[in-house]
C-alpha cells in the first residue's frame, strides 16, 4: 500500500489530483502526464500508477510503457515525453535548493542541512515541487510542518 503525504489528505481518497508519488515517478521516468489525461483513467488505473515501482532500469520502462498505453488508449495521443534529470535535485542531500531556501525563509525559518539530508528522496522531490513560483503556499508550509522540519 502506498503513502500518500497528510498535505495530500484532501484529494487521495478519491485521486483527483496527481499525487506526488506519482508526479515523482513521472519525473523519473521523463513522462509529461496532463490532469485531464489522469482524470480520463479509471480508478484502477491510477491506482496502478501509484502502486507500480519505478526504480530499476526494468521498473522504468515497464512503468513508461505502461503509461504511454493508458494515455494513448484514453486520448488516442501518445504522451510527450520529458527530459530525464540524471543528477536531480532531490537526490542531492548534500545541497538545498534555493528555491526551498527562500520559501522556507517567507515562513521565518531556515533549514538547515542535517534537517535536508534526514529526508527521504520524495520529500525532497515534494519540496522542490512546492517551492516552485506560482504553486499553492498552504501545501509548502503543510510540507514542511509534516515533514518536522519547523524546529531550527
Same mark, same amino acid.
Given at each position: 500500500?502506498?503513502?500518500?503525504?497528510?498535505?495530500?489528505?484532501?484529494?487521495?481518497?478519491?485521486?483527483?489530483?496527481?499525487?506526488?508519488?506519482? @508526479?515523482?515517478?513521472?519525473?523519473?521516468?521523463?513522462?509529461?502526464?496532463?490532469?485531464?489525461?489522469?482524470?480520463?483513467?479509471?480508478?484502477?488505473?491510477?491506482?496502478?500508477?501509484?502502486?507500480?515501482?519505478?526504480?530499476?532500469?526494468?521498473?522504468?520502462?515497464?512503468?513508461?510503457?505502461?503509461?504511454?498505453?493508458?494515455?494513448?488508449?484514453?486520448?488516442?495521443?501518445?504522451?510527450?515525453?520529458?527530459?530525464?534529470?540524471?543528477?536531480?535535485?532531490?537526490?542531492?542531500?548534500?545541497?538545498?535548493?534555493?528555491?526551498?531556501?527562500?520559501?522556507?525563509?517567507?515562513?521565518?525559518?531556515?533549514?538547515?542541512?542535517?534537517?535536508?539530508?534526514?529526508?527521504?528522496?520524495?520529500? @525532497?522531490?515534494?519540496?522542490?515541487?512546492?517551492? @516552485?513560483?506560482?504553486?499553492?503556499?498552504?501545501?509548502?508550509? @503543510?510540507?514542511?510542518?509534516?515533514?518536522?522540519?519547523?524546529?531550527?
Amino acid at each position: 500500500m502506498a503513502d500518500f503525504f497528510e498535505f495530500e489528505a484532501d484529494f487521495v481518497d478519491s485521486l483527483r489530483c496527481i499525487p506526488m508519488q506519482v @508526479r515523482y515517478k513521472l519525473d523519473t521516468s521523463g513522462i509529461k502526464l496532463k490532469l485531464s489525461h489522469w482524470h480520463q483513467m479509471t480508478e484502477d488505473e491510477r491506482a496502478a500508477l501509484v502502486e507500480l515501482p519505478c526504480t530499476t532500469e526494468t521498473e522504468i520502462k515497464a512503468y513508461q510503457d505502461y503509461l504511454q498505453h493508458l494515455i494513448l488508449e484514453r486520448t488516442g495521443n501518445s504522451a510527450a515525453k520529458l527530459p530525464i534529470e540524471p543528477n536531480p535535485l532531490w537526490m542531492d542531500s548534500g545541497t538545498i535548493p534555493g528555491s526551498i531556501q527562500e520559501k522556507a525563509q517567507e515562513m521565518g525559518i531556515s533549514l538547515t542541512l542535517p534537517q535536508w539530508a534526514s529526508l527521504t528522496p520524495l520529500q @525532497r522531490f515534494a519540496l522542490i515541487k512546492l517551492s @516552485r513560483p506560482g504553486h499553492e503556499n498552504k501545501n509548502f508550509s @503543510r510540507a514542511i510542518a509534516e515533514f518536522h522540519l519547523l524546529i531550527n
